[in-house]
């Protein structure tokens, strides 16, 4: 079982490298095609902030490749280089996603809330599971004391619903960004499908990120029932 488990964990490694590198691919292709309307991704940002009656949220420039991302509790909309002074199809998009959170916590969108109460668990959860799965398999193999086993597995499960309740907010703010976009001159009929496509790829790599979650933890219900079993 043990061994099944690194065979599915190296599975969905080598499908989230390959959505990564597709997902890189498309922002790479769509950032060196310029808007039209001429706007960068901090205009874009602002304009879809006030746009839905936000005021008190900034919107900064931070380091990384896409490393864009809302923050709640500065109410800062923070955007990579590329996407803050970038003026293209790619920069928009992830400006007007990023914003989509902004809106979502404006307005008290109830999966964001409950993800944001769920944080300092997963921040205590996600540095320990490992060790205490690596720990609960070691002992049970041992012992067959499956309590350690146990705690990890509901260890586990408090990082795997914070993965599944994710998906949901992601996807609500490209649907956000989107029907935004498409209501607003920023892209045009050539534009928009372009942008659509980034997001469902970004998109793409939060779905594959669950599904191994949920699988792995799966298979570790597994092992532990079948611990019950034979004792």
Same mark, same amino acid.
């Given at each position: 079982?043990?061994?099944?488990?690194?065979?599915?964990?190296?599975?969905?490694?080598?499908?989230?490298?390959?959505?990564?590198?597709?997902?890189?691919?498309?922002?790479?292709?769509?950032?060196?095609?310029?808007?039209?309307?001429?706007?960068?991704?901090?205009?874009?940002?602002?304009?879809?902030?006030?746009?839905?009656?936000?005021?008190?949220?900034?919107?900064?420039?931070?380091?990384?490749?896409?490393?864009?991302?809302?923050?709640?509790?500065?109410?800062?909309?923070?955007?990579?280089?590329?996407?803050?002074?970038?003026?293209?199809?790619?920069?928009?998009?992830?400006?007007?996603?990023?914003?989509?959170?902004?809106?979502?916590?404006?307005?008290?969108?109830?999966?964001?809330?409950?993800?944001? $109460?769920?944080?300092? &668990?997963?921040?205590?959860?996600?540095?320990?599971?490992?060790?205490?799965? @690596? /720990?609960? #398999?070691?002992? +049970?193999?041992?012992?067959?004391?499956?309590?350690?086993?146990?705690?990890?597995?509901?260890?586990?499960?408090?990082?795997?619903?914070?993965?599944?309740?994710?998906?949901?907010?992601?996807?609500?703010?490209?649907?956000?960004?989107?029907?935004?976009?498409?209501?607003?001159?920023?892209?045009?009929?050539?534009?928009?499908? $372009?942008?659509?496509? &980034?997001?469902?790829?970004?998109?793409?790599?939060?779905?594959?990120?669950? @599904? /191994?979650? #949920?699988?792995? +933890?799966?298979?570790?219900?597994?092992?532990?029932?079948?611990?019950?079993?034979?004792?």
């Amino acid at each position: 079982m043990t061994s099944d488990i690194m065979l599915v964990s190296f599975l969905f490694l080598g499908i989230s490298f390959l959505v990564s590198a597709i997902l890189k691919s498309k922002f790479t292709k769509y950032s060196k095609m310029p808007l039209s309307s001429g706007l960068t991704g901090k205009e874009v940002a602002e304009r879809m902030l006030r746009e839905n009656g936000i005021y008190d949220v900034q919107v900064i420039s931070v380091d990384g490749f896409l490393s864009d991302h809302y923050n709640p509790l500065n109410k800062t909309v923070n955007l990579s280089p590329e996407v803050y002074h970038g003026n293209s199809i790619s920069a928009a998009a992830v400006a007007a996603h990023e914003c989509g959170h902004a809106v979502q916590h404006a307005t008290a969108y109830g999966p964001l809330v409950f993800r944001s $109460k769920m944080v300092p &668990a997963v921040q205590v959860t996600s540095q320990l599971v490992n060790w205490i799965l @690596l /720990a609960g #398999v070691i002992v +049970l193999a041992t012992t067959q004391n499956p309590t350690i086993l146990l705690i990890g597995i509901l260890a586990m499960g408090v990082t795997v619903l914070f993965t599944l309740v994710t998906l949901p907010v992601e996807f609500d703010a490209s649907h956000r960004a989107l029907s935004w976009l498409s209501t607003t001159n920023i892209t045009n009929n050539q534009e928009y499908p $372009k942008a659509k496509d &980034a997001l469902k790829w970004a998109a793409t790599t939060y779905v594959v990120a669950a @599904l /191994a979650a #949920v699988v792995q +933890l799966i298979q570790y219900i597994m092992i532990y029932l079948d611990s019950r079993d034979r004792g």
